[in-house]
């Protein structure tokens, strides 16, 4: 659950939940939200934080490999992908588009920047397939793992032709 914006950092912090555990990814995602909506001033650092005075996001773009269910092929035309990391955390942004063909299949691979956690089972993401008609997606990623798993919402074949994927969201590394 996020904090309404108006909360400050130093409110949440230290917390632990029921088996005693840091909450340091729940205040990372705050510390985001925050930046998002332009609510994070001096008042919100906290020293030894995620977050630093020169809260300087460095985007770096790297190259994501497509792998296609078996039988279905994808001739990738254009691929975006970025991401930055604050402290144990991945922030993510892919954009790919190209041409599926072969046998219809529901899942796309793409290759993550950073392996993930070990500490996690399964993490979800934001995302979006346009197979000629624009729809939500879902995407997720296991743990100690290199991919993201891209499907539609409904888990549908995607349609043969152009299809393109967005996929947003952040994830744990070791």
Do not use: Q
């Not at 796309?108 to 950073?114: D, E, H, I, N, R």
Request: net charge neutral; charged share 20%.
């Amino acid at each position: 659950m996020l904090m309404p914006y108006d909360k400050k950092l130093e409110d949440i912090r230290n917390r632990k939940n029921a088996d005693g555990e840091d909450t340091t990814i729940y205040d990372a995602v705050l510390s985001l939200y925050d930046l998002i909506n332009g609510n994070l001033d001096s008042s919100n650092i906290v020293d030894n934080s995620l977050i630093s005075n020169s809260f300087n996001i460095n985007w770096k773009s790297y190259t994501t490999t497509t792998t296609p269910d078996t039988g279905m092929t994808y001739t990738s035309l254009t691929k975006n992908a970025r991401y930055t990391k604050i402290g144990k955390i991945i922030l993510l942004n892919i954009y790919v588009t190209g041409t599926i063909g072969g046998t219809a299949g529901n899942t796309m691979k793409l290759s993550l920047p950073v392996k993930s956690s070990s500490n996690f089972t399964v993490c979800s993401m934001s995302a979006r397939v346009n197979d000629g008609v624009a729809t939500g997606g879902t995407a997720w990623i296991s743990s100690a793992t290199t991919d993201v798993f891209v499907r539609k919402r409904d888990a549908s074949n995607f349609t043969a032709g152009t299809v393109s994927f967005i996929v947003t969201g952040f994830y744990e590394v070791d």
